[in-house]
């Protein structure tokens, strides 16, 4: 499903680029929670909206489902991984699954994900910490793209509202349940259903660097180095 969706330009236009190295984006990668009754009984409505606020307060590791996703400009889901809220990874069978297998990506693309994430020639991530001008653009260039993901998962729960609180304390039924309205939602797409949703910030736990391997480190910094001398020469 990934080599087969349309790129789109890092810098969100057509200037040349790509020509020179600079990959096109194939999607935004990130992630979302879904929560889910722990198996304490069934609620009526009132009482979920309680619970999914206990469940902020409290964090119970799987009271929620972690619904891995990559979408691309036109916010079809062409990525959906789902986990338990203990599971911690961010992506790192995704990221194996690439280097395996790199034709499951057309050549010179990329996807874009926040920091957290792995680096590696198929993934680009944000530096965490200033490295200079230089850096602090290629920072904005990924952050650009964020909002996509963003505005696609609130689509999708604005579709099925339902991903807001599962009211099920079965984990396989509540994923079949999760997957399902992701299918179901490309094909909404397709149909030219659109349904906007509100954007709202996640909240959650600061993220450090992720796993960042050489190959990843040698192409963030090549692809810093073309921006940085982009906007160099067009403004000489």
């Not at 990934?2 to 194939?26: C, D, I, M, W, Y």
């Amino acid at each position: 499903m990934l080599r087969k969706t349309l790129q789109f330009s890092l810098l969100g236009k057509a200037n040349g680029l790509e020509e020179k190295g600079v990959p096109r984006v194939l999607g935004v990668l990130g992630h979302t929670r879904i929560p889910i009754r722990l198996p304490i009984g069934k609620q009526d409505v009132e009482s979920m909206v309680t619970e999914v606020k206990r469940i902020k307060k409290e964090a119970h590791p799987d009271s929620w489902l972690n619904l891995e996703l990559v979408c691309n400009h036109t916010g079809r889901l062409i990525h959906c991984r789902i986990s338990k809220g203990s599971d911690l990874d961010r992506a790192s069978a995704l990221r194996d699954k690439l280097k395996q297998l790199p034709e499951m990506m057309p050549p010179e693309t990329c996807l874009v994900a926040r920091v957290g994430y792995p680096a590696s020639a198929q993934i680009l991530t944000p530096y965490v910490v200033g490295r200079g001008p230089r850096g602090n653009l290629y920072n904005r260039t990924l952050e650009a793209h964020f909002y996509l993901l963003d505005q696609a998962v609130a689509d999708l729960k604005a579709r099925f509202e339902r991903l807001r609180y599962l009211d099920m304390g079965n984990y396989e039924k509540a994923k079949a349940v999760v997957l399902t309205a992701c299918i179901l939602h490309n094909v909404f797409l397709d149909m030219r259903e659109v349904v906007k949703g509100q954007v709202e910030r996640e909240a959650g736990t600061q993220e450090g660097e992720g796993e960042c391997d050489e190959e990843g480190v040698r192409r963030r910094e090549a692809i810093a180095d073309l921006l940085y001398k982009e906007l160099d020469s067009g403004s000489t």
